[in-house]
């Protein structure tokens, strides 16, 4: 027994010394092809194995204990056109190599992280993803560079001002659109209680934006409700890699003039820094929406058409070790426009906005918590301001006195024998939200793995002046769970991926959300087929509203009408996506990147409806009488009430394509082409929006029928 251990120990040692024996290192730097400075942060991996490691602030980098044997090394990083190049790792030797990147206009060589939250080539991504780099940001001439997004394929783009932006990805698209979700830094970029983006409202200086990338489809499996239709994500600039001072100005028609100014610093090998600010102002299109009371119109009371931003962040990186950053980041911004919504414009009157990040990024390990916050006092509804004021004047009062309670009430009969109704136009809001994430990778030979856990915290806080917030905020938590899976089947050319995610919303409950897809790329390029679902969540506003006096709510609880018809409380919007797709680079000049896609949505979240219609009357929201809600109501109910509803079903359909041929690093020539179509039941009583055909009775099987 003895003869046997001594045996086996003497088998494990000599294994072990082939072990020790066999292996070696490699070490190296990274640089810029053009200028010769290192790149910091550059991605060095050997392919088929989970060994790799990033360059640390001199460009340099190493791994260690690596199984001699020859080895194909991919260098990447984003901006860059990623390169590989074969080794050979010799027992007990360190390899040393130098790699030189060469920047590239070539989109189809582009580094992506949005698609699969990791850096991958863009060809290989499993999503249509277009990108706006930071040359194309450089070159364009506005401050504005929300206006880059209308040059890009599948993108659905509303200018309805100066300012006014409104995007969606493939199709159905309006100025007042919470259905694709829009991230900075992977930090939301939307308002609390609409979720509608921050737009105009946005901390972010455009000299500071490295890039922007767009996917197109369902992206809710890694990043939650309302990346619906779609994902837009801007990056910014890292201070390591774009040191220096940058000032600029503009001016244009529409008395447009913008300020602005970015410093990045490299302090030492730990500490690099920098700040951004704007100044900007200029005057709205000479447009006034016309303001109906009855049948008669008006021009929209005390329209001021001249608007101005203040902006600017600021950023801290810390590096504590050569692969870890600890990186913390401030914004804010206070603004006065004009705001687009689906019941009129809003006078947007010193709208703050601050958010305050940190983030640790690590080779295995992302990490974050943030808070973002939002004030405002005096922005108003021009359309409703307009109403009341129309019937102070009526009723007989003079100019000043219907221009003072213009803000908070309208009149009703004459002035000597008549009532105040509070119809108030203006909106505060005193909203936060806290967002913690923590998010694990690793590569085990082929074989990716990312998970991570989510935490939302919405207070949203409008002093009762458009939500139904009377006795205090609305706060409410949601959480996340998601995995994914991603195997390269070896020497075949195919990649799997296979992505799921848990999501529990205190009001509109719990929500699996699947994605699966199949990659094959080849010589001539990259092929895929991709399923995703997605949800759209109704916002705090669709589900809580209180605008004006009563006359829009929220249908979080559900209506009860005159005779007895069920209006049922808001459920999520589901889409579930198809979509098949080609990305390849030819003969390094022409990029071609076609899709084509089929979506099936449910629950299709409507604008506002009115739902007093036929003659009926509201008389509960939820077990509550609508009087106590909406005072001075008679008892028979309201006669009109705006809310959200689902419709039915509609199915979406339509193809991409997008070419990019680069002639020279200073000239690209693209050409864009979207389909979008819809095909839509109309016999099915669910998707009549306007409710005017039949009425209807909601039976606890959850099925509508004609009465």
């Known amino acids: 027994m003895q003869k046997r251990i001594t045996t086996f120990v003497l088998i494990l040692l000599a294994s072990m010394s082939i072990v020790y024996a066999g292996q070696g290192n490699l070490k190296g730097k990274v640089k810029d092809a053009e200028t010769g400075e290192p790149l910091i942060g550059a991605t060095v991996l050997l392919k088929g194995t989970n060994q790799g490691a990033a360059t640390d602030v001199n460009g340099n980098f190493s791994i260690t204990a690596i199984t001699s044997g020859q080895y194909t090394i991919v260098v990447s990083f984003i901006g860059y056109a990623s390169t590989s190049l074969v080794v050979n790792i010799t027992d007990n030797e360190t390899k040393e190599i130098e790699v030189a990147l060469n920047k590239t206009s070539i989109i189809g060589e582009q580094i992506v992280v949005t698609a699969s939250r990791r850096k991958e080539k863009l060809t290989e991504a499993p999503a249509t993803i277009d990108v706006i780099v930071a040359k194309d940001i450089e070159n364009f001439a506005s401050f504005n560079t929300g206006e880059l997004l209308s040059r890009q394929k599948g993108v659905d783009y509303v200018r309805s001002g100066v300012l006014g932006i409104g995007i969606n990805v493939r199709g159905l698209n309006s100025a007042f659109n919470p259905k694709n979700l829009q991230m900075n830094d992977n930090r939301l970029s939307t308002l609390v209680a609409t979720g509608l983006p921050l737009g105009a409202l946005s901390t972010v200086v455009k000299e500071d934006v490295d890039r922007i990338e767009i996917i197109l489809g369902p992206a809710a499996a890694l990043?939650?409700?309302?990346?619906?239709?779609?994902?837009?994500?801007?990056?910014?600039?890292?201070?390591?890699?774009?040191?220096?001072?940058?000032?600029?100005?503009?001016?244009?028609?529409?008395?447009?003039?913008?300020?602005?100014?970015?410093?990045?610093?490299?302090?030492?090998?730990?500490?690099?820094?920098?700040?951004?600010?704007?100044?900007?102002?200029?005057?709205?299109?000479?447009?006034?929406?016309?303001?109906?009371?009855?049948?008669?119109?008006?021009?929209?009371?005390?329209?001021?058409?001249?608007?101005?931003?203040?902006?600017?962040?600021?950023?801290?990186?810390?590096?504590?070790?050569?692969?870890?950053?600890?990186?913390?980041?401030?914004?804010?911004?206070?603004?006065?426009?004009?705001?687009?919504?689906?019941?009129?414009?809003?006078?947007?009157?010193?709208?703050?906005?601050?958010?305050?990040?940190g983030r640790y990024v690590s080779k295995n390990i992302f990490a974050q918590l943030y808070h973002t916050w939002s004030k405002t006092t005096n922005t108003y509804a021009m359309n409703q301001r307009t109403q009341n004021y129309v019937s102070f004047i009526n009723a007989g009062f003079s100019d000043s006195?219907?221009?003072?309670?213009?803000?908070?009430?309208?009149?009703?009969?004459?002035?000597?024998?008549?009532?105040?109704?509070?119809?108030?136009?203006?909106?505060?809001?005193?909203?936060?939200?806290?967002?913690?994430?923590?998010?694990?990778?690793?590569?085990?030979?082929?074989?990716?793995?990312?998970?991570?856990?989510?935490?939302?915290?919405?207070?949203?806080?409008?002093?009762?002046?458009?939500l139904m917030d009377k006795t205090g905020s609305i706060i409410i938590n949601q959480y996340g769970f998601y995995a994914q899976a991603e195997y390269e089947i070896e020497n075949s050319g195919f990649k799997i991926l296979a992505a799921a995610r848990g999501d529990s919303h205190e009001l509109y409950g719990f929500n699996f959300i699947p994605k699966g897809s199949v990659v094959y790329s080849s010589s001539i390029g990259t092929f895929r087929a991709t399923y995703g679902k997605g949800i759209a969540a109704p916002t705090i506003l669709n589900l809580s509203g209180n605008l004006f006096g009563g006359l829009v709510l929220g249908d979080g609880e559900g209506f009860t009408l005159s005779d007895g018809t069920q209006i049922p409380k808001l459920k999520v919007e589901t889409i579930n996506s198809f979509e098949v797709g080609y990305k390849g680079v030819i003969e390094n000049k022409l990029y071609v990147d076609v899709n084509a896609y089929y979506n099936i949505s449910e629950n299709f979240l409507s604008p506002l409806v009115n739902i007093a219609t036929l003659g009926r009357k509201v008389t509960k929201r939820g077990d509550t009488p609508i009087q106590d809600i909406i005072p001075g109501t008679p008892a028979a109910g309201a006669a009109f009430l705006l809310t959200y509803l689902n419709f039915g079903k509609v199915n979406t359909y339509g193809a991409d394509i997008g070419l990019n041929y680069y002639l020279n690093e200073n000239v690209n020539f693209v050409l864009n082409y979207s389909f979008f179509d819809f095909s839509l039941d109309k016999s099915d009583l669910n998707n009549d929006g306007e409710k005017k055909r039949c009425s209807y009775r909601y039976r606890s099987t959850n099925q509508y029928t004609e009465k």
């Open 223 to 357: 990043y939650g409700p309302n990346a619906h239709n779609g994902l837009v994500n801007t990056i910014s600039k890292d201070p390591r890699f774009s040191q220096g001072t940058t000032l600029s100005l503009n001016a244009g028609n529409q008395s447009v003039f913008s300020g602005r100014f970015r410093h990045a610093q490299v302090v030492n090998d730990k500490l690099s820094f920098k700040i951004s600010g704007e100044y900007s102002r200029g005057t709205e299109f000479d447009y006034t929406d016309t303001v109906y009371v009855g049948t008669k119109g008006y021009r929209e009371l005390d329209l001021d058409t001249k608007f101005d931003a203040i902006r600017g962040e600021a950023g801290l990186y810390y590096s504590l070790d050569k692969s870890s950053d600890f990186i913390l980041s401030y914004g804010g911004s206070n603004s006065n426009n004009i705001g687009v919504t689906s019941a009129g414009r809003n006078q947007i009157k010193d709208w703050q906005i601050h958010y305050l990040q």
């Open 401 to 466: 006195e219907a221009r003072s309670r213009s803000f908070k009430e309208a009149w009703a009969g004459t002035k000597a024998a008549g009532v105040a109704l509070p119809r108030g136009a203006v909106f505060e809001d005193a909203s936060k939200r806290w967002n913690g994430e923590v998010q694990y990778n690793h590569t085990f030979g082929s074989l990716n793995l990312i998970t991570g856990v989510q935490w939302q915290r919405d207070d949203a806080n409008s002093n009762n002046t458009y």
